[in-house]
């Protein structure tokens, strides 16, 4: 979502929101052509899709929400059809209060965006017409969660975007339970630290001794696990602990699988000429992401509208730092 980086203080800001709107206007325009059946618009919406569906997989702070509502509201007089998604409950009840008013129909769902076929079947709508994947973690969640997602508060060490008792384990079984070669892995492969071997021998080292309990206590022993040269941090040098973190929160939650799976199946319910539009945050989202794009174009089923990522402006980074590492990928569905 608005980051991944944990030594930025700031309120939840919408990433490349200029961006999503213009896309998202693009498509509310071709959407509009299709059914009033202006065939030299080159629409390829069938003139059937009267309704107009949006989907926020990762609803957060609902600011991208409520900016095409706005948007939608603004360009054909009407009220926009809202589907969205988050895993934490507190999102959503947020997202209801902050939508109000805006929206025709509004479905929220306390679930992963991956259940996206079972929420659209449950509520009886056949397609969608431009999905939202704003990935990552949400400054929201970050900084007011209290669930151990970063190391500037001294916090219980779970890591779930959701309810903790609905996930099978948590960072804090990961830290105290698994296998040196295992947490390595974790530390390595999903949040690409260099130094993964030597932290995850100082981790099972200290939890000889004690349980590892808060994220602070976690954050001081990866600290002490990396060479002393790359102990410091500021703006422009990130925490040592930060990529630790990322490959527990990426495990905990499954974002790789959850990516990989929504993709699709958020895909499968575009409608003929919808969109999907997805932001990321790190090399490897970005990565799954770009090779879904790929195997689509190259079946023939879509047109990829961004040929390069899009990246914030200086001015957007300038504003919102989080906004730094973003990278924007939109396809189209074609028959």
Do not use: C
């Not at 495990?251 to 997805?278: C, F, H, I, P, S």
Request: no cysteine; aromatic share 8%.
């Amino acid at each position: 979502m608005s980051t991944i980086e944990q030594g930025d203080s700031s309120v939840h800001v919408p990433v490349l929101l200029h961006e999503i709107i213009e896309t998202f206007r693009q498509e509310v325009g071709s959407w509009q052509s299709g059914i009033s059946g202006d065939a030299s618009s080159g629409s390829r919406l069938p003139t059937s899709e009267t309704s107009f569906w949006y989907v926020d997989g990762t609803l957060g702070g609902a600011g991208h929400a409520l900016a095409l509502a706005k948007e939608f509201q603004k360009s054909t007089g009407k009220k926009l059809n809202v589907i969205g998604f988050d895993r934490d409950s507190q999102a959503i009840a947020r997202a209801q209060e902050s939508l109000k008013g805006y929206s025709e129909k509004l479905i929220l769902e306390n679930e992963n965006y991956r259940a996206i076929e079972a929420v659209l079947e449950k509520h009886a709508v056949p397609k969608v017409n431009f999905i939202l994947l704003d990935l990552g973690i949400s400054s929201d969640e970050l900084d007011n969660s209290g669930r151990g997602f970063t190391f500037l508060k001294d916090e219980p060490l779970l890591m779930t975007m959701g309810d903790p008792a609905q996930y099978p384990f948590t960072a804090k079984d990961i830290v105290n339970g698994w296998k040196e070669e295992d947490i390595a892995n974790v530390i390595f492969g999903y949040g690409e630290d260099r130094y993964a071997r030597r932290i995850a021998k100082k981790i099972v080292e200290y939890r000889e001794k004690k349980q590892i309990e808060t994220t602070m206590e976690l954050a001081e022993i990866v600290k002490s696990a990396v060479p002393k040269q790359f102990r410091s941090f500021g703006k422009k040098v990130i925490h040592p602990a930060t990529k630790t973190f990322q490959g527990l929160r990426i495990t905990v939650n499954d974002e790789l699988g959850a990516l990989k799976e929504g993709l699709a199946k958020g895909y499968a319910q575009l409608a003929t000429g919808g969109r999907m539009a997805v932001i990321s945050f790190h090399s490897l989202e970005d990565r799954i992401v770009k090779e879904f794009l790929k195997e689509k174009k190259e079946t023939g089923k879509a047109h990829i509208l961004t040929k390069k990522p899009v990246t914030a402006v200086p001015q957007e980074i300038a504003e919102n730092p989080r906004s730094r590492s973003a990278k924007l990928r939109i396809i189209e569905k074609i028959n």
